[in-house]
T-cell receptor
Framework: GAVVSQHPSWVICKSGTSVKIECRSLDFQATTMFWYRQFPKKSLMLMATSNEGSKATYEQGVEKDKFLINHASLTLSTLTVTSAHPEDSSFYIC????????????FGPGTRLTVT | AQSVTQPDIHITVSEGASLELRCNYSYGATPYLFWYVQSPGQGLQLLLKYFSGDTLVQGIKGFEAEFKRSQSSFNLRKPSVHWSDAAEYFCAVGAESGNTPLVFGKGTRLSVIA
């Protein structure tokens, strides 16, 4: 099946710094990617929909200036957490849809962000 | 709008016993339904999916799920649980549109006891 990778798998940063997380579709082109956030022992919460070549669509309550999403190519979307704070610590998961596949989303392995 | 309800937050079963995890969905059109499993600190693994056709779907690791339109349900079952099945299980619903993300239930945590 299709593979989606994320980098890094985990990252620790200090408050006030910015962190970039990459999401890549390895063997297919994804015009649409999704970013989810998962708190400990909670479900996945959709943050935004990333569209290649256009602005991301953010869910209500998600700060677009804090969580910058860039989908510059058909295989790469990035999420940058700007001016990170401890409450931004979470598990971030991306997913991508193969437009030629059967309605399935392929999930990356996730990135564990810890802000100290 | 789509929504998914997993009524059971936590279930404990004995190893070797049968398992059924409940999932109810709300969606106005034909739903595309998924079950994922997540071990602690890990990403999601797809267990099975339903798009159309036979309403009983077989998945990996001996899991199966049955789509019941009349009950808006997509319950996950396994005849004999193994200790390694202990994990968090998520039901999700999606749509045909490529720009529509999956909507997840809150998850059911499965514990397996000897």
């Amino acid at each position: 099946g299709a593979v989606v990778s994320q980098h890094p798998s985990w990252v620790i940063c200090k408050s006030g710094t910015s962190v970039k997380i990459e999401c890549r579709s390895l063997d297919f082109q994804a015009t649409t990617m999704f970013w989810y956030r998962q708190f400990p022992k909670k479900s996945l919460m959709l943050m935004a929909t990333s569209n290649e070549g256009s602005k991301a669509t953010y869910e209500q309550g998600v700060e677009k200036d804090k969580f910058l999403i860039n989908h510059a190519s058909l295989t790469l979307s990035t999420l940058t957490v700007t001016s990170a704070h401890p409450e931004d610590s979470s598990f971030y998961i991306c997913s991508a849809r193969d437009p030629y596949s059967t309605y399935e989303q392929y999930f990356g392995p996730g990135t564990r962000l810890t802000v100290t | 709008a789509q929504s998914v309800t997993q009524p059971d937050i936590h279930i404990t079963v004995s190893e070797g016993a049968s398992l059924e995890l409940r999932c109810n969905y709300s969606y106005g059109a034909t739903p595309y339904l998924f079950w994922y499993v997540q071990s602690p600190g890990q990403g999601l693994q797809l267990l099975l999916k339903y798009f159309s056709g036979d309403t009983l779907v077989q998945g990996i690791k001996g899991f199966e799920a049955e789509f019941k339109r009349s009950q808006s349900s997509f319950n996950l079952r396994k005849p004999s649980v193994h200790w390694s099945d202990a994990a968090e299980y998520f039901c999700a619903v999606g749509a045909e549109s490529g720009n529509t993300p999956l909507v997840f239930g809150k998850g059911t945590r499965l514990s397996v006891i000897a």
